[in-house]
């Protein structure tokens, strides 16, 4: 390796720009026999600022590095003595150098060096839309990729089939399962829909990154259904086993009626949107019932009612974008989840408020040159394998 070679490479060291392959070679060559004396210039000239340009965030590592170079300090301000690592300079700065290289390849490892991110033109890479996509998980905890040329999943008394294909071979065999409380659990991913009928008849439609865990078998005293995410919820009547959708800290009751929640981690509010029938929401020692075209917010303050338009939160399960004066970010979430794209926004979150409805089925760049309407700057970055939607609002307006 050549002098200037060396310095490049224990410069880029130094401002933490060196990947693991880098840091490899500069061991190496530490290591070696190689220029000994300019190596022992670059190390005192580390040692000397304790390697301060090093930008190594994890304080765990930060303070093995303080230590060893506060040790050095301390040997160097002694004029009486001849501290130990003045007799092998060589061998006591690599080492110093080599530990804190060995922090930085662990370092690197656990967080691999971020490129930077490049614009991409949907002109020629589009993002296209969601679809159909969802993993089930056995009772076992076997995991099974169910296809995207399927609309849903059947869960019978016996076997689980596809909805649209009855001739396609049964996914899986429930007879070698006793233990009829056993969960599954069916999840779809950012970008992803897809249908599940249970046992009794229900249908649940499940909107993109949602789970539902439910029974190998439902008992006879209940129906019993786990939610996170969003679903849409046709329930099969039964009035002697009430059916129970428990999302977070709130539990729905329905003796059979259809419904819509949204309860993303993310979210701040649990919303569930009666289509028809009659539901009840526990939440706590609270008991509330909903009317048809009457939405609840539940939160860390507590449950609110309010009467919505319906369709703007059902739209999803028809293939729908459904705005009715929705806020900027409720809107931009929505296509987050649907794009599998992250938002992101430059400057203040747009104060507007959309109206309208178009279809789910559009690329990315259509639904952009729709929302570019209400005057909001989009723009598109990768970085990796992640790509970000950078909003940027020039005035407040609507968009209807």
Not at 84 to 93: G, N
Not at 152 to 174: H, M, S
Not at 266 to 288: A, C, I, N, P
């Amino acid at each position: 390796m050549k002098r200037d070679e060396l310095i490049e490479l224990f410069y880029k060291y130094r401002h933490n720009q060196c990947s693991a392959e880098d840091v490899k070679r500069l061991i190496q060559y530490i290591k070696s026999d190689h220029d000994q004396e300019f190596v022992q210039r670059l190390l005192d000239s580390a040692s000397n600022d304790g390697f301060s340009n090093a930008e190594i965030s994890d304080p765990l590592i930060q303070k093995s590095l303080n230590q060893v170079f506060f040790k050095i300090q301390k040997h160097k301000n002694k004029p009486t003595t001849v501290p130990f690592y003045r007799k092998r300079p060589i061998q006591w700065s690599a080492a110093v150098l080599l530990i804190g290289m060995f922090f930085t390849i662990w370092y690197v490892g656990r967080n691999p060096i971020v490129e930077a991110p490049r614009i991409v033109d949907l002109e020629t890479h589009d993002i296209a839309p969601g679809g159909n996509r969802a993993k089930l998980t056995l009772a076992d905890g076997r995991t099974i990729t169910l296809s995207e040329e399927q609309t849903g999943i059947v869960i019978g008394k016996e076997l689980i089939t596809y909805t649209d294909d009855k001739n396609a071979p049964p996914l899986w065999r429930q007879s070698n399962v006793t233990d009829g409380a056993a969960e599954l659990a069916i999840t779809t991913p950012p970008g992803g829909t897809y249908r599940v009928t249970l046992e009794d008849g229900t249908n649940v439609w499940l909107n993109a990154s949602s789970t539902l865990t439910y029974p190998l078998h439902f008992s006879e005293e209940a129906r019993y259904v786990k939610l996170s995410g969003e679903g849409y919820f046709d329930v099969q009547p039964d009035p002697n086993t009430p059916f129970f959708v428990e999302t977070g800290n709130q539990v729905i009751k329905v003796l059979g009626t259809e419904f819509n929640v949204m309860a993303y981690p993310d979210d701040e509010e649990v919303k569930t949107t009666l289509v028809e029938g009659s539901v009840e929401l526990w939440t706590g020692s609270r008991v509330t019932s909903l009317k048809p075209s009457e939405q609840s917010s539940f939160s860390r303050d507590g449950i609110h009612i309010r009467s919505v338009n319906v369709e703007t939160y059902v739209g999803w399960k028809k293939g729908e974008f459904v705005f009715s004066g929705a806020q900027f970010q409720e809107a931009m979430k929505q296509l987050g989840r649907w794009y599998d794209i992250a938002v992101v926004y430059d400057g203040e979150v747009p104060v507007t408020q959309f109206y309208g409805s178009f279809s789910r089925d559009l690329p990315l760049s259509a639904t952009l040159e729709i929302l570019k309407e209400a005057n909001i700057n989009f723009s598109v970055h990768q970085t990796g394998d992640r790509k970000q939607l950078i909003v940027k609002s020039q005035k407040k307006y609507k968009l209807d």
